[in-house]
DNA sequence: GTCTATAATAGGATAGAC
DNA sequence: GTCTATCCTATTATAGAC
């Protein structure tokens, strides 16, 4: 149970225990965690932890907050922008893709708690983010850029390729988080794209952007 | 918290005790769901519980099981199979999906335990699954039915759509399951096959078979 | 900012009547 | 097979010294 990658260097405490609370609620879920459990990879007391956070709730939104707050920022800014929905669909993935592979924290069990009823307040942004991400797939199958699939079968595809890869990542930083970023969203692009001999394109236009 | 919709008909105990703990485990986790919320869902009193099954846990493994030895019977029959492997894929993709559209049971938060301690007694046969399905992806990317893309990235792809499936289906069976099905092994194989004209004769060997 | 000691309660499980 | 009553442990969180 000894702390993963962590005590090396000046990491604060507060730090050290975000990061080894999203380890243990990734592995043993949220309330299968205990803060004896936390405090002990953080190599502190159990009473310590509240010095830094009033309930160990507050440590989960936190949590919740890092995945979602960044995230839905440059969906919406995607969604409200103009240009080729595909395009803009592959820009917001490769960045939220890149945002998980380097993010040191294991975002795994975000997605287990939403729904919970102790973090109703956090389900709004949820729901922003996710209004965003579709009103681009949307788009992309109404120009006709996207085979005339599902777009709810689309938009959960892609949820699910995404969180697959929280799942996957687990808060260990990739250096190749570029490399992973483009084979995913290629991936999805040739699931849905009408002509895959776009796809050069699209990459082309998201490196000179 | 009242139950969903198993108190008509002719259910007996155990099985709404089942299907209302699976519904509470997706939503709330395993180990933030007590055991007097299963008994009210149900209706009985939280010691009532215990007469059917020995412990919490046991209610819990019950459910893992039955997601994982049908599933994993299938796949390791068809990655025994002879014959095209992307064929094979999409046999299985199907059957999979099917399996998970018709479970009276929320199985989402079968993936969320399987790591934890409390379980390692279930996933060897996780892992025998992981196997079979991978063995299959091998060789339609070694016989050049797929494109030479990376086989992990095509196995964890494939993993995180059938694990959406499960939270999206949340145990609520659905009549167009044969659809959903089709639906979303197309989605699979049009990402990963070289020549997508391919796809027709898969869908029709598939149906003859 | 971390510690020891402890309060307060929630939750899994048992005993035994009906 | 379900009930009431209850035991006992684990866990969150607080108080107050250093």
Request: charged share 30%; hydrophobic share 45%.
């Amino acid at each position: 149970m000894a702390n993963t990658a962590t005590k090396n260097e000046e990491v604060p405490t507060r730090e050290r225990i975000l990061r080894e609370a999203s380890r243990l609620f990734a592995r043993k879920g949220f309330h299968g965690t205990s803060t004896r459990e936390i405090a002990d990879a953080v190599e502190i007391r159990q009473p310590s932890l509240f010095h830094h956070f009033p309930t160990k709730r507050d440590i989960m939104a936190e949590l919740i907050d890092i995945d979602h707050s960044e995230v839905a920022a440059v969906a919406e800014r995607e969604a409200a922008a103009e240009g080729s929905a595909a395009l803009r669909l592959y820009r917001y993935l490769v960045w939220d893709i890149c945002f998980i592979c380097q993010c040191p924290y294991d975002l795994t069990s975000v997605e287990g708690v939403i729904d919970d009823p102790l973090f109703a307040d956090k389900m709004e942004r949820r729901d922003a983010l996710k209004r965003a991400r579709r009103s681009i797939i949307d788009e992309a199958v109404e120009s006709g850029e996207f085979l005339d699939v599902d777009a709810d079968l689309a938009e959960k595809a892609i949820v699910w390729v995404l969180q697959g890869d929280i799942v996957e990542t687990a808060g260990e930083p990739v250096p190749n988080a570029d490399v992973i970023a483009d084979q995913l969203a290629t991936f999805i692009l040739r699931a849905l794209l009408k002509d895959q001999d776009q796809l050069g394109a699209i990459k082309a236009a998201a490196q000179s952007g």
